[in-house]
């Protein structure tokens, strides 16, 4: 089934035509007024050398003044194989496409609300034919019943005509064109956007990132720019304070050689206080007993940070890079 996008908003063409395999793009005088676009000659001549098939309007009276109006927009120097005249039903407008045909111009007869108009531009070797699916259920009738019809008709007497379904305002209605067959459809980038959608895949897809991102991170790579760091002469209090500053739930205790002296946590600080009460914030950090951190080389992939997380139960890991600290990774960090 060949895919148009339906426009006439040049960021809207070149957002969709970037995909690289979309067919073509029909546009309407109406969609040109709603841009504000006054030079339609410049907006036609415009939009041919972006898509690969364009579909423009040929209006007339008359069968000759369409046909006059066909051949005036190809001196503008449009490409016939790559041109369609879109004209709508009539007697003057089936007239006017069988003359197109004849001079071997490709034609697209539109706003087609009935079997029979249908049936007409057919027989008059329409290249496309094209019921406009939204309007009509608009207004009350059964406009999948009608493309369904068409569609039979031309697979039953074999015309070489497609089906274009058009007036696309749902995702459900691309996937009723799917099904009933057609050989065209024509889409708003607003609908096309949502095509790829859909929320399982999503989920799927965040979940491939977030693996794929535990099995190729370094653990140096994920900490924080901030290294919460205080020396052993630093009193509590100052500490809460750099743990606030900071945002961990815990801070790396160092010795004045560098050296690790411990991990002060957030729950150390609870048992500390319910123990010791307010007097224990002016103790140094060199003063506390500390038993062994829980710690993961800078070299280590994320997919082992996840399994020491697992496996403690901890919120916080401190980092070393040849056993001396250089900062700390969080486990919100593995989701990042």
Do not use: W
């Not at 067959?181 to 889409?187: D, E, N, Q, Y």
């Amino acid at each position: 089934m060949e895919l148009y996008l339906d426009s006439a908003n040049l960021k809207e063409i070149e957002e969709g035509f970037k995909l690289g395999f979309l067919n073509g793009l029909t546009t309407t005088p109406t969609f040109m007024q709603r841009e504000g676009i006054t030079d339609i000659d410049g907006m036609i001549v415009k939009l041919s050398k972006m898509v690969p098939v364009l579909q423009i309007e040929a209006l007339g009276d008359t069968a000759e003044e369409v046909l006059a109006e066909a051949k005036r927009q190809l001196a503008l120097g449009l490409d016939p194989t790559k041109t369609v005249f879109k004209i709508p039903v009539s007697l003057e407008g089936v007239r006017a496409c069988k003359m197109l045909r004849n001079e071997g111009l490709l034609v697209n007869v539109h706003l087609v609300y009935t079997l029979q108009q249908a049936y007409m531009a057919m027989h008059a070797g329409a290249t496309y034919v094209c019921p406009l699916v939204g309007r009509l259920q608009d207004q009350g009738h059964d406009a999948l019943d009608l493309v369904a019809q068409i569609v039979d008709a031309v697979d039953h007497y074999g015309y070489d005509t497609k089906v274009m379904f058009s007036s696309v305002r749902t995702l459900e209605h691309v996937r009723n064109a799917l099904n009933l067959g057609v050989h065209t459809i024509t889409v708003p980038l607003k609908v096309m956007k949502q095509l790829t959608e859909n929320h399982f895949t999503t989920v799927g897809t965040d979940q491939f990132i977030r693996d794929t991102r535990l099995m190729t991170v370094r653990v140096k790579e994920a900490i924080n720019a901030v290294n919460p760091v205080v020396g052993s002469d630093t009193n509590l209090a100052e500490a809460i304070i750099k743990m606030t500053e900071y945002g961990f739930g815990a801070i790396t205790v160092v010795n004045a050689d560098g050296s690790l002296k411990g991990v002060f946590t957030d729950g150390d600080l609870r048992r500390k206080m319910i123990s010791d009460g307010r007097d224990v914030l002016s103790k140094k950090m060199g003063d506390f007993v500390y038993g062994d951190a829980v710690s993961i080389e800078g070299s280590a992939l994320l997919n082992d940070a996840a399994s020491l997380f697992k496996s403690t139960k901890v919120d916080t890991i401190l980092v070393t890079e040849n056993g001396k600290p250089i900062g700390m990774i969080d486990i919100q960090d593995l989701e990042d």
